[in-house]
């Protein structure tokens, strides 16, 4: 008998909930981020042709070094803020989390610390659990901005091996100014800064990537994905830019042949159908800016985006209202500070549909607290 307990996780892991947002089947869903607009017939069937073509060699195993993709992804890089990005300094997995993940696994551990700033990504300090890292969180301003000169102090403090800061920021939309980025990287010494780009191509104008960075600090590490502008969020493929340091450590902890080949030839498909798969992004910069004026007209109080999302609120009773909101058949998310909740952009018409149960729902509040 070794007194372990049943089923025997590790303490940690004991009385922890799968990660996920409530999926409800509605007919408006605003929760999760994902682009509203799907790859065209044509994308779709120049995908399921790549994808004929790798299944007449699936029983081999894939190219576990991805090298066509890696090529693809760093020419992208390189058209939105890279400069001479090559296969080197690239690397792909099964969507962000698990590059981020892997970075966990290559460079936290026992011993070791990761820093990040809240609120942010939740999945975050499940990284740091499951890589067996210490978590520690510094906080951000009221308006979800950082306080550099805190946050400078609190990276030279704790010494983490690995500091994880999303630009945009998730669940905010904030996102960082470069010279923070160089800040950080310059505090975290050999420390690596990852800078998750999930939402990088819906910055608006005149707001730099963090790419612009790189050739600057060998330990910056900025992460992207197809899953959110690039409308492939059901592929799973995510993927960083850094020094090809950081990318071989990367090939000593991923999984044999981690990416599949049917993974490989829709990602590289979809890379050739790019500007079509990002034309609508200019499109829900504008929804997003929009849906920022409008909550504001309604006198709610709404975090500056960056993103294709908009955190709002604030609401004595968060849940009832995101419950009526279902209740009339609008799906968004519970989640950030108490009193927030945030919507992601979709389509005119779900807009439009959303602004109608908001103002339905907070004019039944009204009511109800009148009553
Ligand atoms: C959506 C999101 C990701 C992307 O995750 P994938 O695994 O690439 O789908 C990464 N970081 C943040 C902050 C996100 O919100």
Known sequence: MTGLPWPPLRDPLVGDEPYGAPQIDVPVQLNTNENPYGPSPEAAADIAEAVREAALTLNRYPDREASALRDALAGYLNRDGGAGLTRAQVWAANGSNEVMMQLLQAFGGPGRRAVSFAPTYSMYPEYARNSITAWVAGHRESDFSLDLVAAEKLVREVAPAVVLLPSPNNPTGTALPVEAVSLLCEAAGNGVVVIDEAYGE?????????????????????????????????????????????????????????LSAVTQATALAALRHAPELLGRVDDLRVERDRTVSWLREQGLEVAESDANFVLFGRFADRHRIWQRLVDRGVLIRETGPEGWLRVSIGTPEEMNAFKQALTEVRAAEEEGGAA
């Open 202 to 258: 819906f910055r608006r104008a005149g707001v730099p990537s963090a790419l612009e960075a790189l050739p600057r600090h060998r330990n910056l590490v900025v992460t992207r994905t197809m899953s959110k502008a690039f409308a492939l969020a059901g592929a799973r493929l995510g993927y960083l830019a850094a020094a090809p340091e950081i990318v071989d450590a990367l090939r000593v902890v991923r999984l044999p042949y981690h």
